[in-house]
């Protein structure tokens, strides 16, 4: 079983939906939670990162931790073709462990 | 903002040549890292590296090696390109201390094909 379970998709939505992307980990001392956005032939960006357990929002991309559960999910509002990308989530753990646990990402394309 | 700055966007290669991918980072951070990522493998690690002369393998260092001799740059060398070494390759860098926590800064990619 990996780390990090991540549906790959294909997801499509139209234009304006609400898109819930989600991950699932099995390693209880992940204390640090990150989305990527990845857009075609270009290196993953940092879209958003939460700390333990709760909700961050930023504008339309609201992140979601519930630790009991081992489960994260990025919420998108009104989402936009720009949001066409391949969504990734990351993990990490204590301070000192450098090394982050992807998902294999999962593709989303809003259709106009 | 922090750039990492991968030399090539797409190179070509011919089997069992030695390959050379280059990173740089502009803003003074310890760590550097080497992924490759496949459609339905995700990223793979393959070596990283907390400061100048330091490496750790990854998840998959087989048939690669890295050099860091300098703060800001860190190489992957493909020490004899074989065909299944076609990918993308992504190099990152993020702060000492705050890896996890800060989240990496990302390269453009470089897109690998041997032949």
């Known amino acids: 079983q990996k780390e990090v379970e991540q549906d790959p998709g294909p997801l499509s939505v139209p234009e304006g939906a609400i898109v819930s992307l989600n991950c699932t980990y099995s390693?209880?001392?992940?204390?640090?939670f990150m989305w990527y956005r990845q857009y075609s032939r270009k290196g993953p960006e940092l879209l958003m990162y939460t700390y333990s357990s709760g909700n961050k929002e930023d504008g339309r991309f609201t992140a979601q931790v519930d630790k009991s559960s081992k489960y994260i999910s990025l919420f998108i509002r009104d989402s936009q073709p720009s949001d066409s990308a391949t969504y990734l989530c990351?993990?990490?753990?204590?301070?000192?462990?450098?090394?982050?646990?992807f998902g294999t990402g999962t593709r989303l394309t809003i259709i106009p | 903002d922090v750039k990492v700055t991968q030399s090539s966007r797409y190179l070509v290669k011919r089997t069992g040549e030695k390959v050379f991918l280059e990173c740089v980072q502009d803003?003074?951070?310890?760590?550097m890292f080497w992924y490759r990522q496949d459609p339905g493998l995700g990223l793979r690690l393959i070596y990283f590296?907390?400061?100048?002369?330091?490496?750790e393998k990854g998840d998959i260092p087989e048939g690669y090696s890295v050099s860091r001799e300098k703060k800001e740059r860190f190489s992957l060398i493909l020490e004899s390109a074989s065909t299944n070494q076609t990918s993308m390759y992504l190099c990152?860098?993020?702060?000492?201390?705050?890896?996890?926590?800060?989240?990496?800064?990302f390269g453009s990619g470089t897109r690998l094909t041997v032949v």
């Open positions: 590296s907390y400061d100048v002369k330091m490496k």
């Open positions: 990152a860098s993020s702060l000492y201390g705050q890896g996890a926590g800060g989240g990496y800064t």
């Open positions: 803003m003074d951070h310890e760590n």
């Open positions: 390693n209880s001392a992940f204390q640090y």
């Open positions: 990351a993990m990490g753990s204590d301070f000192g462990n450098e090394k982050l646990t």
